[in-house]
T-cell receptor, first 117, second 115 residues
Framework: GAVVSQHPSWVICKSGTSVKIECRSL??????MFWYRQFPKQSLMLMAT?????????EQGVEKDKFLINHASLTLSTLTVTSAHPEDSSFYIC?????????????FGQGTRLTVV | DAKTTQPNSMESNEEEPVHLPCNHS???????IHWYRQLPSQGPEYVIH???SNVNNRMASLAIAEDRKSSTLILHRATLRDAAVYYC????????????????FGKGTKLSVKP
């Protein structure tokens, strides 16, 4: 099946620094990608919808200036957590579906475990 | 908010069938029923999806009620590797080109498989 690759798998950073997470669709084009956050023992929470060539759409309560999303090509979206703080420590997951197919399944990256110390 | 209701947890014995229920009484005519599962510390994995008719694939079967207000994911022979959280999600079929509806996750059903 289609593959979505997320990098890095885990990262530890100091408080106040920024971290970039990449999400790539390896064998299909994705006009739209989604970014989720998951805290321990909780479900996935949609953070934002990333659209190729345009601004991302953020869910209510998600700070767009803190979580910068760039979707520069049909195969790559990036999420940058700026000025990270310990409360931003979480499991971040991206998702993508093949462009042009409206009833297709979504494919997920393996997730990025962010720990801010 | 999630538009589906699932039991918090279920238990199964290895090599026995498992029926995971999902209620979605407010489903609209353009919603597809998707199932995903998530193992610890991994991203979700696609299992199956359908619209009105029952669906089968190599992983599972999906039985959809005639009024589409509920569905059941069927694992025909549970294995230890099937222990995961299973999510039933409604995904809108969008009429404009290029983008797909997002997936809103509920709490899912945590499936335990006993050897």
């Amino acid at each position: 099946g289609a593959v979505v690759s997320q990098h890095p798998s885990w990262v530890i950073c100091k408080s106040g620094t920024s971290v970039k997470i990449e999400c790539r669709s390896l064998d299909f084009q994705a006009t739209t990608m989604f970014w989720y956050r998951q805290f321990p023992k909780q479900s996935l929470m949609l953070m934002a919808t990333s659209n190729e060539g345009s601004k991302a759409t953020y869910e209510q309560g998600v700070e767009k200036d803190k979580f910068l999303i760039n979707h520069a090509s049909l195969t790559l979206s990036t999420l940058t957590v700026t000025s990270a703080h310990p409360e931003d420590s979480s499991f971040y997951i991206c998702s993508a579906s093949s462009t042009g197919r409206r009833d297709t399944e979504a494919f997920f990256g393996q997730g990025t475990r962010l720990t801010v110390v | 908010d999630a538009k589906t209701t699932q039991p918090n947890s279920m238990e199964s014995n290895e090599e026995e069938p498992v029926h995971l229920p999902c209620n979605h009484s407010t489903i609209s005519g353009t919603d597809y029923i998707h199932w995903y599962r998530q193992l610890p510390s991994q991203g979700p994995e696609y299992v199956i999806h359908g619209l009105t008719s029952n669906v089968n694939n190599r992983m599972a079967s999906l039985a959809i009620a005639e009024d589409r207000k509920s569905s059941t994911l069927i694992l025909h022979r549970a294995t230890l590797r099937d222990a995961a959280v299973y999510y039933c999600i409604l995904r809108p079929y969008l009429n404009y080109g290029g983008s797909q509806g997002n997936l809103i996750f509920g709490k899912g059903t945590k499936l335990s498989v006993k050897p």
